[in-house]
């Protein structure tokens, strides 16, 4: 919906990052697609950008709770629970100007506090709070894996495991 | 550090609508932080961006943990514990390039998570995770409130509060 490209790879990569299996881009953006895959190709896992021109269909075909994270919706607190335990929870985040519709089409909408702030902020905390902060396991098909360090990195790489 | 603007803004608004009381931002970008203030004169609180030119003072001289996000550090459930409770708190998060100096001179190097992911996204977590996320309560000095709905969007306007 008219997203600047900087910020549309943050929110991928936080998706990714927090356990998200795939993120549906509305208007598709291929060089997006293909940095993210790069990301993918050297660090594992399967998360994949998907593009789509209609996030209606997304939306209304989706099998699970539809989740609109908007500073003007219902309190994060108040929904969690509602979410917890669900396998398939889709959430939407739209540009600077998001169709009313989506407010009807939504199961919920959600605020992660009722200021404005970032949408990568709260693609960030949902997931967290729904599955936790990843430890340093390596993805599967990862080359390159993050030993934690008190102080400085370190990197460890190998051959891609199937 | 070389920042992107749209990224850096997004920053700014993280902190503020997570709690922090305000962000120093090297090198200085006072388009930005007169953005950040005009949110403020709306919405309200008494966030700031303080501009500075040398951040290795700001990290010295700070009274308490100074935090440095990063991909390579602990995991963040092994530092989390020792945060909590902790009256001042800075949070460190680089550009593009970090001075390997920074992994030194921080008291923690934590990882939200050990994936490549956005500072953004690593801000809002640990302070989400150390405050919670803020309720629909008018912040101080606030012109707007937001009146949180199942659908749709209402913000209740009225004379800055003193």
Redesign the interface.
């Known amino acids: 919906m008219g997203r600047?490209p900087?910020?549309t790879t943050?929110?991928a990569?936080?998706a990714?990052?927090?356990g998200a299996e795939r993120m549906f881009l509305h208007p598709p953006d291929p060089d997006l697609s293909s940095r993210i895959d790069a990301?993918g190709r050297g660090?594992g896992g399967g998360f994949r950008v998907v593009p789509t021109d209609d996030w209606r269909k997304v939306v209304r075909t989706f099998k699970g709770p539809v989740v609109h994270l908007?500073?003007?919706?219902?309190?994060?607190?108040r929904v969690l629970s509602r979410l917890r335990g669900r396998r398939r929870i889709l959430l939407v985040v739209g540009g600077a100007k998001v169709p009313?519709e989506l407010?009807?089409l939504a199961t919920?909408?959600v605020?992660?506090?009722?200021?404005?702030?970032?949408e990568?902020?709260?693609?960030?905390?949902t997931l967290?709070?729904l599955r936790?902060?990843?430890?340093?396991r390596a993805?599967r098909g990862a080359r390159r894996?993050?030993v934690?360090?008190?102080?400085?990195?370190?990197?460890r790489t190998r051959r891609a495991l199937r």
Request: net charge positive; charged share 15%.
């Open positions: 600047d900087r910020l943050h929110l990569l936080t990714r990052a927090f990301v660090w908007t500073m003007y919706g219902l309190p994060f607190a009313s407010y009807r919920f909408n605020a992660v506090g009722h200021q404005p702030h970032s990568v902020a709260a693609v960030a905390v967290e709070r936790g902060v990843p430890g340093p993805l894996v993050i934690p360090q008190a102080r400085g990195k370190r990197v």
